[in-house]
């Protein structure tokens, strides 16, 4: 990972850009702005489509950059073993699950601060996640999580 002398802004993730992708590694990436204009905040990685398995991983993180994780939207059809909550490092998270199909996570910190991850398929290419993730994380980025998977890989 290349140093800077930049600390990273307090309540922002370091980005992971340059760290290499080994398979079976859940990865995560945020937008590293405050501006939070486009239409992802960030994009995930999971090594499986097990809910339980997955996610505590991922909360605990978001709690130790973000603050307290409250409640999470995922897409009902994309997940196994999907609960109403679960309890993540002695606090419990509220699970909401709809058949929606839009690729995206939503994560509620404290009542109401919303944040949309992209959820790259656990399947999917080292190559293709990160060009995904990338995309998914720049700043102006307005394409929907969707098309951000199926889009072709720059040439």
């Known amino acids: 990972m290349a140093h800077t002398d930049t600390p990273t802004p307090s309540g922002l993730l370091p980005d992971a850009v340059h760290r290499v992708v080994n ?5 995560l990436r945020l937008e590293t702005t405050r501006s939070r204009e486009g ?3 960030g994009a995930w990685w999971p090594r ?9 991983a991922l909360i605990s993180v978001l709690t130790e950059h973000l603050g307290p994780i409250t409640r999470v939207g995922l897409d009902a059809t994309a997940w196994r073993g999907i609960t109403t909550r679960l309890l993540i490092d002695g606090r419990v998270v509220h699970l909401d699950s709809f058949p929606v199909g839009d690729d995206t996570l939503l994560v509620t910190r404290g009542d109401s601060d919303h944040f949309s991850l992209l959820v790259v398929p656990p399947d999917t290419t080292a190559d293709a996640a990160r060009t995904a993730m990338a995309r998914a994380v720049h ?3 307005t394409t ?6 199926v889009a072709p890989l720059p040439g």
């Open 48 to 56: 499986s489509r097990d809910i339980a398995a997955e996610l505590p």
């Open 23 to 27: 398979p079976g590694t859940a990865l």
């Open 139 to 141: 700043a102006d980025n």
């Open 144 to 149: 929907p999580a969707a098309q951000l998977l």
């Open 39 to 41: 239409v992802l905040d």
